[in-house]
């Protein structure tokens, strides 16, 4: 359950595809609370088909961000202090040599969550290099265990217009890791990937048209990720949106709470804490 | 009282680290096994709250390298503490296993402790050793690191209350001061002291900062990497060493704080606080004391890592996804593939010719006039040396001949009539190497005693356009048609515009290659100027082509001469261009001594440039040959280039079609009638037979 909020709320009840949740406002964010059905809880993207029960006034159009939008809407959400862990950490990053081409980029730990294949923990193939030649130290602690680094980037996705998260996670030895290991690592809630066909570079679901997850170059810096496909976030965002009353807001300060819904609706898929 | 038990130090590599070594090994290191310094850095331990069983799992002491450690001028991001180490890269995985593990060791704790005791400095408590063994080919990046710490003998004891929150034994003013201290500090400050004052001050100015303050309220605090409530991290060993070393009377008894906080809007302190005491009488503290700091692999032992970086790179174990990104994905291993053809020539400068000009060859534009067998195993050759720009013409269509002794072209390439054969050939270059930059040209290059027929000189003009064009935007043409006239015009076009040419002809076991030598104009003053392919000639060329039989019409060359000739061609392009003279390089000097240095006696650094080589098949044999330039050439003399440049197709034109033009515009007519005179002038002497009978 993600409920964030200040100040008086008004709420409105909704049902999208298996899940109940209650969209309300209060004076400078959005809340988006989810209740759990007792029958289990799945958060989908693949269609999310609001159900209104009540007329709205607010402009209901799917909200196409330029370039010059997304990157006034990042800097806006990352210059204040959130108390939401999935805006923490982040800092807004130039393209190496273009103008207008930033991102948003952040590193964070992960760890692994169920036993990993051994991809991971690799013997040094064949090569026998075990010492045994040094004193015992009684001072030393056990070492904790393995953990991962994430870099993780938002960047503005030229082809759907809207933003798109893009990531690499590697092991302490340099290396990054493989797709099995990499959906057993804390970054991904366990339920994502239940109806989910996975190849060696992607994870797609049967009825939908785009892969889940994907291999990709970082628009900017040019280096392999992999990335959500954003449509799939972007799409929910728009439905949870056109349930908000944006009459009263700015043009910016409509990206601004479109991106920071963006990143509620990630943080269903993936753990955003920082 | 229980024996306090540290956090050691873990590794965290980022994957640009063996990016930048990779780099750094190919350019630089090249086969030095010399020590680097390095740096690194650490920030205090963090832990992470398992979302499914709610428990704070914390974090190992990360001492992290990436691409910066290598450089000189290291700055660590906020919050983060810097540390230095040295770096030894082995050149083969027998030198690493072998190398003399604790002698590397010892070396490095004896200079953390002579550094200690000469310096009086806290730079080098945190130092660490790193020893690699790259293997570029296979992308796999072996790897061990060391943090040494000097073992207390006795060892240090928690007191009876153990570990607790910092805030437990400091206020909150007094930490939030402490913070502030911290980060406004000048410089990253990975150890330091405290007072009963809340005033923090680095660790060399001890005795003057704690001149008036009692044991009881003096502290010594660290950067703790450990998140751990119960372990200090690892730096913390080599601190108390320190003041075991230089205060021993103060510090048989030490209060510790283990610095845990960083961001400012955590609701609650993570650092803590200890009391250490030495469990025993402390020993000598002027004597080195042992060093432990090898790191433990992930299965607990004292061993190497090893870094396997190949299914990242590895093309087959990530098929290309069927989706509008697969032109990414392949631009990605485009560029692999690009940095893997490289590796290879750029090793050969390591040991072998550290002098290699490489980047000379590779961006050399070459243009091969003929794409049967000479044209296609130069194109092989020319990729071998990195060459990136490949251009290819001919007037032919491939044939069901050609696949077995043109190695570019394959047994469908010749039906439905036969693929363009320089289209073809550049398509299979491509294939070969999608890096290569490689175009086809059908051209028809008109040759004199080929008349033109007057309905075909519009088509002729532009088909000499075309080649003008071809030669002026590259650096190097090689002439390797099937006969001897069509060589002629490009060989005045590119001596005109001053590029080189490599000429390479078959005989049925004989090749000859050559270099033509510079035009007259801009022969260097002392310069000998070298002749070009129809130097040695007295008749201008002419037509060879018809009338013959099929035996004379196809060169019928002994399979294996090609690949010779054109190799030859190829590498002596390649010495050309080491030569420091280039298209001016003079003829070797006769009778050289093989094992001469040739870059001092008029070579290059790969050895001779030889003008031509006439190769003998049958005795496994080549003749160096030098053939000086003749100003009469048909080809290369100043007279005929200098109408060319005035009168330009039209001179073509009247070349073409005019047996009788080109020698009398180079004068050759003349040498006729001057040899004809020459012999009616000499006076035969008529010798009456002996009648002996």
Redesign the interface.
Same mark, same amino acid.
């Given at each position: 359950m993600i409920a964030v909020g200040i100040g008086p709320q008004r709420r409105t009840s909704r049902h999208l595809d298996g899940l109940s949740f209650e969209v309300g406002e209060a004076d400078d964010l959005a809340v988006l609370s989810f209740n759990f059905l007792p029958s289990g809880f799945k958060p989908y993207f693949t269609s999310c088909k609001a159900v209104p029960t009540h007329d709205h006034t607010a402009p209901s159009h799917p909200i196409m961000l330029t370039r010059v939008q997304f990157e006034a809407a990042c800097k806006e959400l990352i210059a204040t %202090?959130r108390p939401v862990e999935a805006l923490n950490g982040w800092s807004w990053n130039e393209h190496p040599s273009l103008p207008n081409l930033g991102f948003l980029s952040r590193r964070v730990? =992960?760890?692994r969550?169920t036993q990993s294949t051994s991809?991971d923990?690799?013997p +040094?193939?064949g090569?026998d !290099? %075990?010492?045994? !030649?040094?004193?015992e130290?009684?001072?030393?602690?056990a070492?904790?265990? %393995?953990?991962f680094?994430s870099c993780q980037y938002v960047v503005y996705s030229a +082809?759907f217009q809207v933003p798109a998260f893009y990531f690499?996670m590697?092991d302490?030895?340099?290396?990054?890791l493989?797709l099995a290991n990499l959906v057993r690592t804390?970054l991904f =809630?366990?339920f994502v990937f239940e109806q989910t066909e996975a190849?060696?570079?992607?994870l797609t679901r049967p009825a939908s048209a785009f892969?889940l997850l994907?291999?990709?170059?970082h628009p900017a810096l040019?280096t392999?990720c992999w990335y959500l496909h954003p449509c799939e976030t972007a799409k929910c965002v728009d439905e949870l949106m056109s349930e908000l009353d944006l009459a009263g807001y700015a043009e910016e300060q409509r990206f601004v709470r479109w991106l920071e819904m963006w990143f509620m609706v990630l943080g269903s898929t993936v753990?955003v804490?920082s | 009282m229980p024996?306090?038990?540290? /956090?050691?130090f &873990?590794?965290?590599?980022?994957?640009s680290?063996?990016h930048e070594l990779t780099s750094l090994k190919v350019d630089v290191l090249r086969l030095s096994d010399e020590a680097l310094p390095i740096s690194g850095s650490y920030s205090v331990g963090?832990s992470?709250?398992?979302?499914?069983s709610g428990k704070e799992? /914390?974090?190992?002491?990360?001492l992290s390298v990436g691409s910066e450690s290598f450089d000189k001028g290291y700055k660590v991001t906020a919050g983060s503490v810097p540390a230095s180490g040295t770096f030894k890269n082995y050149n083969t995985?027998e030198e690493f296993?072998a190398a003399d593990?604790?002698a590397l060791f010892n070396q490095e704790a004896v200079k953390i402790w002579d550094h200690i005791l000469a310096t009086r400095d806290t730079a080098l408590l945190n130092h660490f050793l790193l020893i690699t063994y790259a293997d570029l080919k296979k992308y796999?990046?072996?790897?061990w690191f060391a943090f040494p710490a000097f073992? &207390?003998k006795p060892?240090?004891e928690i007191a009876e209350e153990g570990w607790k929150d910092a805030i437990d034994e400091f206020s909150a003013e007094d930490l939030s001061s402490i913070q502030e201290q911290i980060r406004s500090h000048p410089s990253p400050l990975p150890f330091f002291l405290v007072r009963n004052d809340a005033k923090i001050s680095p660790v060399e100015d001890y005795s003057t900062f704690f001149e008036s303050t009692p044991p009881s309220s003096r502290t010594i605090a660290f950067i703790d990497p450990s998140a751990?409530p119960t372990?200090p991290g690892w730096p913390l060993?080599n601190l108390l060493a320190y003041l075991r070393a230089l205060y021993p009377e103060t510090t048989s008894t030490v209060r510790v704080l283990c610095w845990r906080d960083t961001e400012t809007?955590s609701s609650s302190w993570r650092s803590r606080f200890g009391v250490l005491e030495m469990g025993g009488v402390p020993s000598d503290e002027k004597v080195r004391p &042992?060093a432990?700091g090898?790191e433990?692999n992930?299965?607990?032992?004292?061993?190497?890592?090893?870094?396997?970086?190949a299914?990242?790179m590895d093309p087959t174990?990530?098929?290309?996804?069927l &989706?509008?990104?697969k032109h990414?994905?392949l631009?990605?291993l485009r560029r692999l593939a690009n940095q893997a053809v490289d590796l290879n020539l750029k090793l050969m400068r390591w040991r072998i010719l550290p002098s290699l000009d490489l980047e000379k060859i590779s961006t050399t534009k070459c243009l091969l006039l003929g794409a049967g067998t000479l044209g296609c195993y130069v194109a092989r050759t020319l990729m071998g040396w990195g060459v990136r720009t490949i251009t290819l013409a001919d007037s032919a269509h491939v044939s069901f001949s050609n696949p077995v002794r043109q190695p570019l072209f394959e047994f469908e390439d010749c039906l439905d009539g036969g693929k363009p054969k320089a289209q073809c050939a550049a398509a299979r270059l491509k294939k070969i190497y999608p890096g290569i930059n490689a175009s086809g040209h059908m051209l028809s290059i008109p040759m004199p005693g080929h008349p033109v027929p007057s309905a075909s000189v519009a088509q002729t003009k532009a088909e000499v356009e075309k080649l003008e064009a071809l030669i002026a935007e590259h650096d190097v043409v090689f002439l390797l048609m099937d006969s001897r006239e069509s060589r002629w015009l490009p060989t005045v076009i590119a001596a005109a515009k001053g590029k080189i040419v490599i000429n390479a002809a078959l005989g049925f076991d004989t090749f000859l290659v050559m270099r033509h030598g510079p035009r007259g104009s801009s022969v260097r003053p002392n310069g000998a100027r070298l002749g070009c392919y129809y130097c040695n000639d007295i008749v201008a060329p002419s037509d060879s082509l018809t009338d013959r039989t099929l035996d004379q019409m196809c060169t019928v060359t002994r399979p294996g001469l090609a690949s010779i000739a054109s190799s030859t061609a190829v590498e002596l392009l390649a010495s050309l261009l080491q030569h420091p003279d280039g298209l001016h390089a003079a003829a070797p000097p006769p009778n050289q001594d093989p094992s001469s240095h040739h870059q001092d006696s008029g070579g290059s650094v790969l050895g001779l440039v030889p003008h031509q080589l006439r190769g003998y098949l049958a005795q496994f044999r080549n003749l160096h040959i030098v053939g000086a330039a003749y100003d009469r050439c048909t080809g290369c003399s100043e007279t005929v280039l200098q109408t060319y440049e005035k009168e330009g197709f039209e001179m073509m034109l009247k070349a073409f079609n005019d047996p009788k033009y080109l020698p009398t515009l180079t004068g050759l007519d003349k040498l006729y009638d001057e040899g004809e005179a020459a012999l009616e002038s000499v006076d035969w002497d008529e010798e009456d037979g002996d009648a002996d009978f």
């Open positions: %202090e730990f =992960h760890f969550t991809i923990s690799m +040094t193939d090569v !290099l %075990e010492e045994t !030649l040094f004193e130290d009684e001072a030393a602690s070492i904790a265990p %393995e953990s680094v +082809t690499t590697h302490p030895k340099g290396a990054p493989a804390s =809630h366990p190849t060696s570079f992607g892969p994907s291999q990709g170059d040019g392999p753990n804490r | 024996i306090v038990q540290f /956090a050691p &873990s590794s965290l590599i980022q994957p680290f063996w963090r992470v709250t398992d979302r499914e799992i /914390a974090l190992g002491c990360n995985i296993k593990k604790t796999k990046y072996y790897y073992v &207390s060892a240090w751990n372990n060993r809007h &042992s432990v090898w433990k992930p299965q607990g032992k004292l061993g190497p890592r090893v870094a396997d970086l299914p990242m174990r990530h098929a290309i996804v &989706s509008v990104r990414r994905r631009n990605y």
